[in-house]
């Protein structure tokens, strides 16, 4: 793919409450190869992350900046930060650093190499160096990505993960609906209604504790667990064949 800009990766950052990492994330992100946008969306943050990133954001134009005017959760922010993206592939980083910007390119090289439409980077495929994860985290993450796959039949093995990269057009033309954590089971399960083709890399994890600041509770597992029937089964054969002015046939999803 010769044609491909230089730095051919946006990056997209949501954001609610990270006055502590977010200056340090950006810098990284900013400092590693194949990046060339990075899209920070603050989401209605109650300490200094707004006042941080805009300052960042005046010295630097690679940062797009966009902030919410009320707090609507991650599924919301990745949705205003996709439409934003401009370069050919986007990739999402949370505002910490559990996740390591410098395997960008693990993740990334199966698009740009067109082996892929949609790459996983996963914390279980071997390996790595990571953070002793807490028990009952990996138990229940494990359990919502089997039950991902049986209603999706892919076969990946962290649902969950962060690091989603994507085909710019193929994020951009599919309809977010989750505000939250939702938007993972969502996701993956209308990537597998599409047939897209994925791809799935080992990455390493270093993990924040609750006290450390991590924003994700019980609830939201409750919630992944609807959304993977809502999307991944009770949606599977409900999308609705339409046609045109033009007679062209579309599919539009329900």
């Given at each position: 793919m010769?044609?491909?800009?230089e730095n051919?990766?946006t990056?997209v950052i949501p954001?609610?409450n990270?006055?502590?990492?977010?200056?340090s994330v950006?810098?990284?992100v900013?400092?590693?190869?194949?990046v060339?946008e990075v899209?920070?969306v603050?989401?209605?943050?109650?300490?200094?992350?707004r006042?941080?990133v805009?300052?960042m954001?005046?010295?630097?134009?690679?940062?797009?900046?966009i902030?919410?005017?009320?707090?609507q959760?991650?599924?919301a922010a990745l949705?205003?930060?996709?439409?934003?993206?401009k370069?050919?592939?986007v990739?999402?980083?949370d505002?910490?650093l559990?996740?390591?910007p410098?395997?960008?390119?693990?993740?990334?090289?199966?698009?740009?190499?067109?082996?892929?439409?949609v790459?996983?980077?996963?914390?279980?495929?071997k390996?790595?160096?990571?953070?002793?994860l807490q028990?009952?985290?990996?138990?229940?993450?494990?359990?919502?990505?089997t039950?991902?796959?049986?209603a999706t039949?892919l076969h990946v093995?962290?649902?969950?993960?962060c690091?989603?990269?994507?085909?710019?057009?193929?994020?951009?033309?599919?309809?977010?609906?989750?505000?939250?954590f939702?938007f993972?089971?969502?996701?993956t399960?209308?990537?597998?209604r599409r047939?897209l083709?994925?791809f799935?890399?080992?990455i390493?994890y270093?993990?924040?504790t609750?006290?450390?600041?991590?924003?994700i509770?019980?609830k939201?597992?409750v919630?992944?667990?609807?959304c993977?029937f809502?999307?991944?089964i009770w949606r599977?054969?409900k999308?609705v064949?339409?046609i045109?002015?033009?007679?062209?046939l579309?599919?539009?999803?329900?």
């Amino acid at each position: 793919m010769s044609d491909l800009p230089e730095n051919p990766l946006t990056v997209v950052i949501p954001a609610y409450n990270e006055e502590e990492t977010v200056e340090s994330v950006i810098n990284t992100v900013l400092n590693t190869p194949l990046v060339g946008e990075v899209v920070v969306v603050n989401d209605f943050s109650k300490d200094k992350t707004r006042e941080i990133v805009e300052e960042m954001a005046r010295k630097e134009p690679k940062i797009t900046f966009i902030s919410h005017d009320h707090n609507q959760g991650k599924g919301a922010a990745l949705r205003t930060g996709f439409q934003h993206a401009k370069l050919p592939f986007v990739i999402v980083q949370d505002a910490d650093l559990e996740y390591a910007p410098s395997e960008f390119e693990r993740v990334v090289r199966p698009l740009i190499d067109d082996k892929c439409d949609v790459c996983y980077g996963s914390r279980y495929l071997k390996n790595n160096p990571r953070r002793v994860l807490q028990f009952w985290h990996t138990m229940g993450n494990r359990f919502l990505t089997t039950l991902s796959n049986m209603a999706t039949n892919l076969h990946v093995t962290d649902m969950e993960t962060c690091y989603k990269a994507f085909k710019r057009e193929v994020i951009q033309n599919i309809k977010i609906e989750e505000n939250r954590f939702g938007f993972e089971p969502e996701i993956t399960a209308k990537i597998a209604r599409r047939g897209l083709r994925v791809f799935e890399v080992s990455i390493s994890y270093f993990p924040r504790t609750n006290a450390e600041g991590k924003h994700i509770g019980w609830k939201d597992g409750v919630r992944a667990i609807w959304c993977i029937f809502k999307y991944g089964i009770w949606r599977r054969n409900k999308n609705v064949m339409l046609i045109d002015e033009n007679n062209k046939l579309s599919i539009s999803e329900r």
